[in-house]
């Protein structure tokens, strides 16, 4: 049996629907009829972005290659960053950044330090406010 050749519209309707495989998922399930999408299709063109959620893993997996290469491109940037440092500037930087942290601890300890003190202090020797000596 001879088969018919199709309408060039629907061809490239056929086509597209290949790379978007979650069309046929939609239409399967109730979301969708073909006359729906093969309408939005025409109108809207196969650029539209409606159709990124019905791209096939393949096309994802491309992103995400680009992606990839992308993460590898700032890390890259980051051990060439890494490799120009001079370690002995780096030293120096963290050692006025602990000298820092010290100052600052001392100065909290010094406050925290009065408060506890004040706290710990043993109770004057006259602890009975209402005192009475005999005459």
């Keep these: 049996m001879a088969r018919k050749s199709l309408h060039p519209s629907v061809e490239q309707f056929k086509?597209?629907?290949?790379k978007h495989p979650k069309l046929l998922?939609?239409?399967?399930?109730?979301?969708n009829t073909w006359q729906e999408v093969y309408?939005?299709?025409?109108l809207l063109g196969a650029d539209d972005p409606k159709w990124n959620s019905f791209k096939d893993a393949g096309a994802s997996e491309e992103t995400a290659v680009e992606k990839t290469e992308t993460d590898k491109g700032w890390m890259n940037q980051i051990t060439?960053?890494?490799k120009k440092m001079d370690a002995n500037?780096?030293?120096n930087?963290?050692?006025?950044?602990s000298q820092a942290i010290g100052a600052i601890q001392g100065v909290l300890g010094?406050?925290?330090g009065g408060i506890e003190q004040k706290a710990n202090q043993p109770p004057s020797a006259n602890t009975n406010p209402f005192s009475f000596k005999k005459d």
Excluded: C, T
């Design 15 to 18: 086509s597209f629907v290949k």
């Design 110 to 112: 010094q406050f925290q």
């Design 80 to 82: 060439g960053i890494i």
């Design 39 to 42: 309408e939005d299709w025409y």
């Design 89 to 91: 500037q780096v030293q």
């Design 25 to 31: 998922k939609s239409v399967r399930n109730g979301e």
């Design 93 to 97: 930087h963290i050692q006025q950044l």
